[in-house]
Nanobody, 120 residues
Framework: QVQLVESGGGLVQPGGSLRLSCAASGSIFRVYTMGWYWQGPGKQRELVAVISSDGITNYADSVKGRFTISRDNAKNTVDLQMNSLKPEDTAVYYC??????????????WGQGTQVTVSS
């Protein structure tokens, strides 16, 4: 069974930085797109950033120039470096990955979510 485990959330002041990490584990044959989504209070879950298996990235307009997504294909991990954080970045951040699991085939997986709060 595949699992995505996130770490790195917390409380940070406006203008500060945080780094989120996510590790995929289990019976993995191949990991395709990996990404991060956020969900603010009373809002729908939305894309923050995604990265393909060959390193092509895409970002939400609101985070371009501030956030950087990266991955380690050998370790099946994806990170999100968040700089110049703003109060409106406050949300639960979810790791997402499209994974070819050895028995079940290809499916979309989610982490449990990690809270990021930007406040003074």
């Amino acid at each position: 069974q595949v699992q995505l485990v996130e770490s790195g959330g917390g409380l940070v002041q406006p203008g500060g930085s945080l780094r989120l990490s996510c590790a995929a584990s289990g019976s993995i044959f191949r990991v395709y797109t990996m990404g991060w989504y956020w969900q603010g209070p009373g809002k729908q879950r939305e894309l923050v950033a995604v990265i393909s298996s060959d390193g092509i990235t895409n970002y939400a307009d609101s985070v371009k120039g501030r956030f950087t997504i990266s991955r380690d294909n050998a370790k099946n991990t994806v990170d999100l470096q968040m700089n110049s954080l703003k109060p409106e970045d406050t949300a639960v951040y979810y790791c997402n990955a499209v994974i070819w699991e050895r028995v079940r085939g290809t499916a979309n997986y989610w982490g449990q979510g990690t809270q990021v709060t930007v406040s003074s």
